[in-house]
């Protein structure tokens, strides 16, 4: 087995045992990256010293203490999370110079636990988009097929696990942001309970959505991720003070006599026939595990594309408003003040953040208020308490993760609602601030992956690993690699 191909599991083994050098991964790795990142574009910036450097230090840290549960794997991390030291662009122009002078919660966690970082993954501006067609430095391509999008926004973090170029990665979830280009590029996503990891270091897209979660080769990288990254943090309000579980520790467990509810307003027209198939033959197999499949209705769904778009929107208008030229970032000359204001947001953002800056301005303003931003708010209450009342009945949801398998590049540029509609299956979830995940769950006649989404009780993500381990061990749709 190629080294680069390696899970975190693995990876750490032959590490310890004393089989394989930090060293010798991070340069198989380089090797990896070096042979196919002109063709996958998943990064952004490369840490190729400081990886080098921190594999020797990884090697110091073996001789007197194997006990960290990353030493010596590479990592790689998405470009809105700061990394101290190391430039943080949020694949945008207005901070393409940006050098973050401190460490992101997640990111000194994994430090701690001796992880390597070995670059810094390609997103959508600002972490607004489904596809990773609007960063401001390239396309990021979908290793199993180089004509179509990885998914977004983190379709860079998506494509680097998928393409072995790196052992696991960090992503965002804002509407769908981990679990779409997972889905898309057949790797595991996971997006945590809202509050269950601090947001301390992610640069803000909707303060009130964000999350930050792993996508791996398989469930139990990222389940020993989330045992690493979760728990409270004092540097955010919003990070919830719960005791964090070993998510390992139920892997492997049957999950005979667990209830998944399947909710009838996801499986609607225009959700494509192989991926209706593919989610459906997954269901059969969970039930043939001991499963118990039960309808369940979420009968607010058809307005979360509507609210989410609202809500994100406007937290975006707020959340981007300190980008002015004055204190960080880029700054264009004006005539004066307002004009350098003005040029500076103009150069600065891309198209899609300028629409949703426009669109949150517009829904945030007097007059608007009332009619959209306040209705979106009890829309999402709405929402939330229908997947509360469904999950009184049953352990955990189980629907598909995108409407289709991943479109060609351009194909949904031209058409922002098309493109909006992608995460139709997602968004909800983050209304919600449930946790989901999504994995692997077959292929399309064009050997496109089609991903299965497992939705949990606040806080419960252990069920959704234990469901997704379980599925996972009886099928090989994870192992199937892209021929690259």
Not at 324 to 329: L, N, Q, R, S, W
């Amino acid at each position: 087995m190629e080294l680069y191909s390696l899970s975190i599991d693995e990876a750490r083994s032959a590490i310890v045992k004393g089989e394989i050098s930090p060293q010798e991964l991070v340069i198989a790795l380089f090797e990896r990256i070096d042979a196919l990142e002109e063709r996958v574009g998943a990064y952004v910036s490369l840490a190729r010293e400081n990886a080098l450097r921190q594999a020797r230090q990884a090697e110091d840290d073996l001789k007197g203490n194997a006990e960290k549960a990353l030493v010596g794997i590479p990592l790689a991390i998405k470009d809105n999370i700061c990394t101290e030291g190391i430039k943080t662009t949020c694949s945008s122009k207005i901070l393409e110079n940006f050098i973050p002078p401190y460490e992101s919660a997640v990111t000194q966690r994994l430090k701690e636990e001796g992880y390597i970082l070995i670059g810094k993954t390609n997103l959508d501006e600002f972490a607004m988009g489904s596809s990773t067609e609007n960063s401001a430095f390239g396309l990021t391509k979908n290793p199993w097929d180089f004509e179509r999008v990885p998914g977004g926004s983190s379709g860079g973090s998506a494509a680097a696990v998928a393409s072995d170029e790196c052992i696991a990665a960090l992503g965002s979830d804002t509407g769908g942001s981990i679990r779409q280009p997972a889905a898309f590029c057949g790797v595991v996503g996971l997006k945590p309970t809202y509050g269950r990891v601090s947001r301390y270091g992610l640069v803000a897209f909707a303060s009130s959505l964000d999350q930050i979660g792993p996508i791996t080769k398989n469930v139990r990288d990222s389940a020993i991720l989330m045992n690493i990254i979760s728990g409270h943090d004092l540097y955010d309000s919003t990070s919830a003070d719960m005791p964090v579980p070993d998510f390992t520790s139920n892997l492997g467990q049957e999950i005979k006599g667990l209830k998944i509810g399947i909710p009838k307003e996801y499986f609607i027209e225009g959700l494509d026939k192989e991926v209706e198939d593919s989610v459906k033959e997954a269901i059969k197999k969970l039930e043939s595990l001991g499963a118990i499949p039960v309808e369940i209705s979420l009968p607010h769904t058809e307005y979360a594309v509507a609210a989410y778009y609202i809500l994100a929107t406007s937290e975006a208008s707020s959340n981007l408003a300190r980008y002015d030229g004055v204190k960080y970032g880029l700054r264009a000359d004006g005539e004066d003040l307002i004009d350098m204001y003005m040029r500076t947001r103009d150069e600065g953002f891309g198209a899609e953040v300028k629409r949703r800056i426009i669109l949150g301005t517009y829904a945030l303003s007097s007059g608007y208020y009332n009619a959209y931003y306040k209705k979106a708010q009890q829309v999402r209450t709405l929402i939330k308490e229908d997947f509360e009342k469904a999950l009184e009945n049953v352990d955990v949801i189980v629907t598909p993760t995108t409407p289709t398998p991943a479109f060609r590049i351009g194909e949904k540029t031209d058409d922002p609602l098309q493109m909006y509609l992608t995460d139709i299956f997602t968004l909800s979830v983050n209304l919600a601030g449930v946790p989901g995940i999504s994995i692997p769950c077959g292929f399309t006649a064009r050997n496109l992956p089609v991903g299965l989404q497992i939705i949990g009780k606040h806080f419960d993500e252990e069920s959704i690993l234990k469901i997704a381990y379980a599925y996972e061990q009886a099928t090989d749709w994870h192992k199937r690699k892209p021929n690259i």
